[in-house]
């Protein structure tokens, strides 16, 4: 099965694994499932680092490629379906990064390892 890390369950399980929940580290474990890390969230993460709410050991041109290596996560690219796809998602969340992590779930047929609900209601299949 493949699984595509939110940006929070990425943060977490590099800097505080500890807010996983079990199911989440059960699957992140689990070395028949192929995890992945979307460019969606590399960008999430670039943007809360430049603005200052989200600290982090090292700059993340540094940071994310050593923990996605780390954590054997493979990249996600965007792709023009996938923007494509986010757009046509229910309006029940305005939030850009949660509609194209959503999205790529849905076009790649991965299940999102998320706490938020909210991208169960985009159409994206989640665990938590």
Known sequence: MRGILDTCTFIWLALDPTRL???????????SNELALSDASVMEIVMKYR???LPLPEAP????PTRRDFFKLAPL???????????????????S???LIAAH????GSV????YSPLS????????
């Open 105 to 108: 779930g849905v076009e790649s």
């Open 121 to 128: 209601k985009l159409g994206a299949s989640r665990i938590w």
């Open 77 to 95: 690219a965007l792709s023009e379906p996938t923007i494509f796809r986010s757009g046509r998602l229910p309006d029940v969340n305005k939030d």
């Open 21 to 31: 929940s079990q199911n989440a580290i059960e699957f992140i474990d689990d070395d």
């Open 112 to 115: 999102v390892i998320s706490p």
């Open 97 to 99: 990064f949660d509609r």
């Open 51 to 53: 603005v200052g709410k």
């Open 61 to 64: 041109h540094l940071w994310v």
